[in-house]
T-cell receptor, first 116, second 111 residues
Framework: GAVVSQHPSWVICKSGTSVKIECRSLDFQATTMFWYRQFPKQSLMLMATSNEGSKATYEQGVEKDKFLINHASLTLSTLTVTSAHPEDSSFYICSASPRQGTSPLHFGNGTRLTVT | GESVGLHLPTLSVQEGDNSIINCAYS??????FIWYKQESGKGPQFIID?????DKRQGQRVTVLLNKTVKHLSLQIAATQPGDSAVYFCAERGNFNKFYFGSGTKLNVKP
């Protein structure tokens, strides 16, 4: 149980275009999902918290107009990288927990974004 | 966010030996910690967790130790296997159930 799915697994786009990444909780509902970014050989950096029915909250230094998050339902959050540039190329990973309280986050398999 | 760091970026062990991966955290108020395993091109996979009211927790071939006095976590893997080769991260829970990750240790298991 507690499966998180991301789509697409990889995407290549041109500079200036926007890319949408989907994150779904397949067998549970999630009022909150978390988006991380990971550069090669580095750790996961928390970008933002996606809240169902309300605005996302962003970590310090993350541009909210650049990384648009929508949590349309209890099983779906989307991250849109707007006006992508090569420096946005990274591995984007979402996560969610099936339970409130002290329980681990379950992660999707990530989306590799390459901006040319 | 909170700062979580590691002492050893790379660890090489012989198959069958035990592995110990270390992690330091900075927020003494953190109440919950998780170890994750990440294979290349995949998302992190849960290994084991521990609450701050415990100092040791055992799973199958893995043990997590928590020393709150020095804000230190370790992951012990018994009888390390080639399939254990991956990058290991500790994660610390902050406010609003946000998890912050350490810098990671790459474990290489030599056959």
């Amino acid at each position: 149980g507690a499966v998180v799915s991301q789509h697409p697994s990889w995407v290549i786009c041109k500079s200036g275009t926007s890319v949408k990444i989907e994150c779904r909780s397949l067998d549970f509902q999630a009022t909150t999902m978390f988006w991380y970014r990971q550069f090669p050989k580095q750790s996961l950096m928390l970008m933002a918290t996606s809240n169902e029915g309300s605005k996302a909250t962003y970590e310090q230094g993350v541009e909210k107009d650049k990384f648009l998050i929508n949590h349309a339902s209890l099983t779906l959050s989307t991250l849109t990288v707007t006006s992508a540039h090569p420096e946005d190329s990274s591995f984007y990973i979402c996560s969610a927990s099936p339970r409130q309280g002290t329980s681990p986050l379950h992660f999707g398999n990530g989306t590799r974004l390459t901006v040319t | 966010g909170e700062s979580v760091g590691l002492h050893l970026p790379t660890l090489s062990v012989q198959e069958g030996d035990n592995s110990i991966i270390n992690c330091a955290y900075s927020n003494s108020a953190s109440d919950y910690f998780i170890w994750y395993k990440q294979e290349s091109g995949k998302g992190p996979q849960f290994i084991i967790d521990i609450r701050s009211n415990m100092d040791k927790r055992q799973g199958q071939r893995v043990t997590v130790l928590l020393n709150k006095t020095v804000k230190h976590l370790s992951l012990q893997i018994a009888a390390t296997q080639p399939g254990d080769s991956a990058v290991y991260f500790c994660a610390e829970r902050g406010n609003f159930n946000k998890f912050y990750f350490g810098s990671g240790t790459k474990l290489n298991v030599k056959p």
